[in-house]
């Protein structure tokens, strides 16, 4: 969901969004206290950027642990300044950063940047992630969106925080 259609748009410091962003975190510490150690998200603009703000938050005291799942190089440059220094800031503090626009090539044993569209990319990047988790924390209404019909494909537990 776009955040900017919300009733607080971009006004991170209204009540409505604190009180999401409370919800959020009340969401993720219930996970956390349930055994989900592991912690997923692609950092984009919105809902997956402040799991993943919660989430470093809670590893400073558990020992949890947050993969940025990285689809493409621009995923930065479609941010505003505030928001990417943010995303950079998650970069540093989060487990590990798993880029999906990269491989490794045996043959020439080096690194090598995949041809593939942003948007193939970035279905990569909800694969990888539903691949390695059994619950699909959502924001927003469930819908056709790609990593909600994946995770139903695939029989995750869905939890739906409604907006």
């Known amino acids: 969901m776009d955040i900017s259609r919300l009733p607080f748009g971009f006004n991170e410091n209204s009540r409505e969004c604190q009180e999401l962003k409370e919800r959020i975190q009340n969401k993720i510490v219930e996970l956390y206290w349930s055994g989900i150690d592991e912690f997923y998200t692609d950092c984009t603009f919105g809902f997956p950027l402040w799991c993943g703000e919660i989430v470093t938050a809670l590893m400073m005291y558990n020992d949890v642990m947050l ?16 928001w990417r220094d943010r995303l950079f800031a998650l970069h540093e503090k989060c487990t590990d950063v798993i880029p999906m626009y990269t491989e490794y090539d045996e043959e020439s044993d080096s690194i090598v940047f995949l041809n593939e569209s942003e948007e193939e990319l970035e279905k990569r990047a909800v694969d990888y992630m539903l691949e390695k988790c059994g619950t699909l924390l959502f924001c927003g209404l469930p819908n056709d969106s790609y990593i909600y019909k994946e995770a139903v494909k695939l029989g995750l537990e869905i939890i739906v925080l409604i907006i």
């Open 67 to 82: 993969f940025i799942v990285f689809p493409h190089e621009n995923q930065p440059h479609k941010l505003a300044e505030d």
